[in-house]
T-cell receptor, first 113, second 112 residues
Framework: SQTIHQWPATLVQPVGSPLSLECTVEGTSNPNLYWYRQAAGRGLQLLFYSVGIGQISSEVPQNLSASRPQDRQFILSSKKLLLSDSGFYLC????????????FGPGTRLTVT | DQQVKQNSPSLSVQEGRISILNCDYTNSMFDYFLWYKKYPAEGPTFLISISSIKDKNEDGRFTVFLNKSAKHLSLHIVPSQPGDSAVYFCAASPNTGNQFYFGTGTSLTVIP
């Protein structure tokens, strides 16, 4: 069966510090991978998605970047965190083009102080 | 710009009654719609979906209705149970891409 892992579960970082959140998927090959952010009072905002190794699409301009160094690994990064980067970050995967649900990881609670 | 909107941030329903959660979208390219349920500090879990070729899909106590002309979908839960208390997100996907766009969520409370 497929599983998705995210770490860390919680993170407190000072403004201006770097960020690296990791997501890995097991039990499937060539998944579509997604990073979302849920900020207070807002829905799930799609940040990045990837349809293959090295292929990253960004939905919104921001202080963050994403990379997919391996088929089932998706990394969310920042060189310098802003206060507005605080939120709940979720990684998700899906089988392929739309016509199937996404499966979400447990999420990372990021607080930038 | 929010392409998928859930205008009711919260909803309270008595146990055993019907819960109706609404969702509106603006992009006519969306042709696949999903509902997710989310508990605090957890990732959302898939609940039910509907393709634009249908106007209704039913799975047990959950039914999703799609009105394409109005760009509106709704989730009906009947009968509602206390365990249904959670935040519900609707999501939409275009026929030309891999993206999923989520609404802002509706927090459902089912009162025993």
């Amino acid at each position: 069966s497929q599983t998705i892992h995210q770490w860390p579960a919680t993170l407190v970082q000072p403004v201006g510090s770097p960020l690296s959140l990791e997501c890995t998927v097991e039990g499937t090959s060539n998944p579509n991978l997604y990073w979302y952010r849920q900020a207070a009072g807002r829905g799930l905002q799609l940040l990045f998605y990837s349809v293959g190794i090295g292929q990253i699409s960004s939905e919104v301009p921001q202080n963050l970047s994403a990379s997919r160094p391996q088929d089932r690994q998706f990394i969310l990064s920042s060189k310098k965190l802003l206060l507005s980067d605080s939120g709940f970050y979720l990684c998700a995967w899906s089988v392929g083009p739309a016509e199937g649900e996404q499966y979400f990881g447990p999420g990372t609670r990021l607080t930038v102080t | 710009d929010q392409q998928v909107k859930q205008n009711s941030p919260s909803l309270s329903v008595q146990e055993g009654r019907i819960s109706i959660l609404n969702c509106d979208y603006t992009n006519s390219m969306f042709d696949y719609f999903l509902w997710y349920k989310k508990y605090p500090a957890e990732g959302p879990t898939f609940l039910i979906s509907i393709s634009s070729i249908k106007d209704k899909n039913e799975d047990g106590r959950f039914t999703v209705f799609l009105n394409k002309s109005a760009k509106h979908l709704s989730l009906h839960i009947v009968p509602s149970q206390p365990g249904d208390s959670a935040v519900y997100f609707c999501a939409a996907s275009p026929n030309t891409g891999n993206q999923f766009y989520f609404g802002t969520g509706t927090s459902l409370t089912v009162i025993p």
